[in-house]
């Protein structure tokens, strides 16, 4: 493997992928932003093991974009696919900055996570049917909501034309009969 991905584009978070997906794999989504991994967290420096899941074999679960965890993780694992291993090298101001984390993490430290996504799955309470016929629901509504402004703006237009068109029939009645009058009156004069 040992192709290393720089993530951020600054160094700050980089992603070595260690064991590939199965192609068919699901990757974490707006439907899917729950994840489970494993991991095991060194600090770059001495390479000592700080935090593992690995021997507890616990999951550690948490929600994308939340905040729940350090930015390089939201970063690297909406990256990731289910059964991927990768190694992630995360400088301090993707990790946890010049405050460090006491007493575990000093300030300014590089830390290495080797994490393996288990799995991802729906927010609690959400199945990935009823987000997705959610989603559905709101696109059709607003379809409907275009249809009913536009068949709204054609009858505000037809209501126009109509009023326009009755507007000249009477113009034309009123023309005509001045013209009848003009005529009568010039007839009686003579």
């Keep these: 493997m040992g192709d290393v991905i720089d993530l951020t584009g600054d160094g700050g978070v980089l992603k070595e992928l260690v064991r590939r997906a ?15 991994v494993h ?11 700080f935090d593992t899941t690995r021997e507890d074999n616990l999951v550690f ?18 990256t990731m696919k ?9 400088k301090p101001e993707y990790a946890y900055g010049s405050a460090g984390s006491p007493p575990d993490i000093p300030p300014d430290a590089t830390l290495i996570f080797e994490v393996e ?5 729906p927010r609690k309470g959400a199945s990935v049917g009823s987000v997705s016929e959610e989603r559905a629901r709101l696109e059709d509504l607003k379809k409907q909501r275009e249809i009913a402004a ?19 029939r009477i113009q034309a009645k009123l023309d005509a009969k001045k013209g009848q009058g003009k005529g009568k009156g010039k007839g009686k004069s003579k």
Excluded: H
């Excluded at 095991?40 to 093991?49: R, W, Y």
């Excluded at 289910?82 to 995360?90: F, S």
């Excluded at 996504?117 to 799955?121: E, Y």
């Design 117 to 121: 996504l288990v799995a991802c799955r």
């Design 82 to 90: 289910v059964g991927e291993v990768a190694k992630l090298t995360c």
């Design 150 to 168: 536009a068949a709204k703006e054609d009858d505000k237009k037809k209501r126009e034309e109509a009023k326009a068109a009755a507007a000249a």
């Design 22 to 36: 199965k192609p068919d794999a699901i990757s974490p989504s707006d439907d899917l932003p729950v994840v489970d």
């Design 61 to 78: 679960s948490f929600e994308l974009g939340s905040g729940s965890v350090i930015r390089s993780w939201d970063i690297a694992l909406k």
């Design 39 to 49: 991991y095991e967290g060194i600090f770059a420096e001495d390479e000592k093991v």
